[in-house]
């Protein structure tokens, strides 16, 4: 079945850029829409957009500023960039399989933990 | 946005409780063909995982004792009779529009 890994950088400074990549294994990231959302302890789920295969995006008004999804076809994954972070951007970051309304995130991965700190 | 309030924001209960948390969105979530309401698990240290969507479809595999509930604006979860692994955090989530928002979590614990 579908599996998701995210991977990235656990500590990023202030004022970085947060780089994130999901990895999609056992299906392919064409067909479908990707989401990333977020948890922290002050925000609990936090949605943070999402990329379909093909490029098309929608973020979140709260983030789009600093948001920046793409998508590797050719190696099965997708991206999240978050810029100019704070230590309010610590958090768990999940990615997951989503079907833009027509059916809910039904895949997720396990989750990496961001540390924004110097 | 669409917020979605739940209620309670934490529960006691024993193995063998029937359970009922409530989840409340601020404007309509009913679109032309469903009703884009959903609700996930979460264990300590785990992703959330898929119950029910579209207010009252299990999602395959998850047991019969949890099923949903409501319209237009105010949803419900039941767990007909506990199991311990059943305790859990429960979130309900809205995907008629972007973007998308969840409730603020209900912590089931043991009582």
């Known amino acids: 079945q579908v599996q998701l890994q995210e991977s990235g950088p656990g500590l990023v400074k202030p004022s970085e850029t947060l780089s994130l990549t999901c990895t999609v294994s056992g299906g392919s990231v064409s067909g479908y829409y990707w989401s990333w959302i977020r948890q922290s302890p002050g925000k609990g789920l936090e949605w943070i957009g999402y990329i379909y295969y093909s490029g098309s995006t929608s973020y979140n008004p709260s983030l789009k500023s600093r948001v920046i999804m793409s998508v590797d076809t050719s190696n099965n994954q997708f991206s999240l960039k978050l810029r100019s972070v704070t230590a309010a951007d610590t958090a768990v970051y999940y990615c997951a399989r989503d079907h833009s309304g027509s059916y809910p995130m039904d895949v997720w991965g396990q989750g990496t933990t961001v540390t924004v700190s110097s | 946005d669409i917020q979605m309030t739940q209620s309670p924001s934490s529960l006691s209960a024993s193995v063998g409780d029937r359970v009922t948390i409530t989840c409340r969105a601020s404007q309509t979530i009913s679109g032309s063909v469903s009703t884009y309401l959903n609700w996930y698990q979460q264990k300590p240290g785990k992703a959330p995982k898929l119950l029910i969507y579209?207010?009252?479809t299990l999602q395959s595999g998850v047991p019969s004792r949890f099923s949903g509930s409501g319209s237009g604006t105010d949803f419900t979860l039941t767990i007909s009779s506990l199991q311990p692994e059943d305790f859990a955090t429960y979130y309900c989530q809205q995907s008629r529009s972007t973007p998308y928002t969840f409730g603020q979590g209900t912590r089931l614990e043991i009582k």
């Open positions: 579209d207010v009252s």
